[in-house]
């Protein structure tokens, strides 16, 4: 039974690497927009007068950061993953001897573990960067009524 566990396991998770990278390159394509969006946030955030409908700049203001909360946290998980999976084939090619088929292997290994940080990182900033600003915006609205 335990040897059928594991030959499962082995067949299943090197399948799971192409979703995982696909999720991957997903979220460098969100933080990449959500740059942009936010960009485009602070000017408006800044100029912007007292709007009058507050609790729906708040709820915007949420989901805004929500998502780069989920940035932040999702992609290293998914860049660690692909990492992972990548590096069974390259340890069973280094116990065959296979120096090509490890060396691609470790390649993909860091470039995913690289793409990984790099989305958490600007979804990091972007959240950040947000909460400060939605909570200046606020407070600047509140003071002016």
């Given amino acids: 039974m335990n040897s059928l566990i ?9 399948l799971l690497l192409q979703p995982v990278v696909v999720g991957l390159f997903v979220c460098v394509a969100v933080a990449c927009v959500d740059v942009g969006v936010l960009l485009g946030e602070r000017g408006n955030l800044r100029r912007s007068q007292r709007p009058e409908d507050i609790p729906a700049v708040e ?9 780069a909360d989920i940035l932040t946290r999702t ?18 090619a280094l116990s065959n001897g296979n120096l090509n088929l490890l060396a691609e292997a470790m390649l993909t290994a ?8 790099a989305a958490g990182v600007v979804g990091f900033i972007i959240g950040r960067l947000r909460r400060r600003w939605y909570d200046e915006a606020l407070t600047r609205w509140e003071q002016q009524s």
């Fill in 59 to 67: 709820r915007r203001a949420h989901r805004r950061i929500e998502r």
């Fill in 6 to 14: 594991v030959d499962w396991t082995h067949t299943l998770v090197p």
């Fill in 110 to 117: 860091f470039d995913a573990t690289v793409l990984g940080i």
């Fill in 75 to 92: 992609s290293p998980m998914l860049g660690l993953m692909a990492t992972l999976i990548s590096l069974g084939p390259g340890l069973t």
